[in-house]
């Protein structure tokens, strides 16, 4: 999800499940949101996230019919890119200062932006957008045998636990395991959890990296992607073929993932953090792969297995019970 990952900063994130308690918005900010008022019901907004981000494995399905799959990623963040500066120069803030800052940022971009959604695209050369989507949704539950393995202060609970793994038993009935994975391609299938996974790396080292910086959500997620796009701006060239012709509905599919999956969509999430906050706005997770799911049988006509439906719910569920977290007891008197 890509503007998820691009506002994954302490002070500037609103984050799919496993982050999104840790968001904290500034004063100033929040005052400001307040006072002008949303122009859209937040439940508009809400849905209109969840299928930009539902229909983003169906732009990236379509782009890299025609675009190496980096090319694919690079038009992605260099249109999410344009979106975020627009906004910065209207709203005239600047981007963050100090080398400290940025070299944080540019292990957050590689993480959360430039390595996952490469992966997405090379992953969908030979699997259906569908099950990317489906994948999609493990990031939660990533995220939590990472804050096992770390040790980290977010400690488990038993229900957690039993979510992780219900929520990779939902993966196995997904992939049909019992039926050599359902004729898909393992490898493809390796590189969207690989995906998946990246982001929970990014999470945890933005979260013990980029904690109290200071800076507003835009400028972090703006300096994020602005680095991101150079990495791979440099990369690119080296390992893919330049596009030899610039089909027109693949070029929209492109430019529709960068801008309104990318730049638009996390402007959408931003204000909806500041208005319901971080545990309603990120809910928008699991509504994703199944609009990712109906996007693909219905758009591209891929083909539907019982088992694809019905593991991406026991995936959701897991990844739910992975988000439970106890509940502060009353002191004694």
């Known amino acids: 999800m890509s503007t998820a990952t691009a506002s994954r900063t302490p002070s500037t994130r609103a984050e799919t499940p496993d982050a999104a308690a ?37 732009f990236i399905k379509v782009g890299t019919e025609a675009f190496a799959p980096l090319y694919v990623t690079l038009g992605r963040m260099l249109f999410g890119t344009a ?26 971009a590689f993480f959360l932006n430039a390595l996952p959604f490469s992966l997405f695209a090379y992953a969908e050369l030979t699997i259906p957008s569908t099950l990317a989507g489906i994948c999609n949704a493990t990031s939660p539950l990533w995220g939590m045998v990472l804050a096992v393995v770390a040790a980290s202060d977010d400690r488990p609970t038993r229900r957690r636990v039993a979510g992780l793994g219900i929520g990779f038993a939902g993966v196995l009935v ?10 898909q391609d393992p490898a493809g299938t390796a ?8 982001y929970a790396v990014g999470w945890q080292y933005v979260r013990r990296t980029l904690s109290g910086v200071g800076r507003s959500h835009l400028a972090m997620s703006g300096a994020q992607l602005l680095m991101g796009t150079a990495q791979l701006a440099v990369v690119t060239p080296l390992f893919a073929p330049a596009p030899g012709s610039f089909p027109v509905l693949p070029l929209l599919s492109v430019v529709a993932l960068g801008a309104l999956g990318t730049g638009f969509a996390f402007l959408v999430q931003y204000g909806l953090v500041e208005e319901v906050g971080p545990t309603t706005a990120m809910m928008v997770t699991y509504f994703v792969p199944v609009i990712a799911t109906a996007a693909g049988v219905a758009i591209l006509g891929e083909h539907l297995t019982w088992n694809t439906p019905v593991g991406a719910l026991i995936v959701l569920a897991g990844a739910a019970l992975t988000q439970k977290r106890p509940r502060a007891r009353a002191p004694r008197a």
């Open 22 to 58: 840790d968001t904290t918005v500034g004063t100033a900010d929040t005052t400001s949101a307040a006072t002008r008022g949303p122009l859209l019901d937040w439940r508009i907004r809400f849905g209109a996230l969840s299928l930009i981000w539902g229909f983003s494995f169906l």
């Open 83 to 108: 979106v975020l500066m627009a906004v910065l120069v209207v709203k005239r803030e600047r981007l963050p200062r100090g080398a400290r800052v940025w070299g944080h940022l540019s292990v957050a």
């Open 174 to 183: 997904v992939l049909g395991v019992w039926q050599g994975f359902s004729g």
């Open 191 to 198: 590189m969207a959890l690989a995906a998946s996974l990246s």
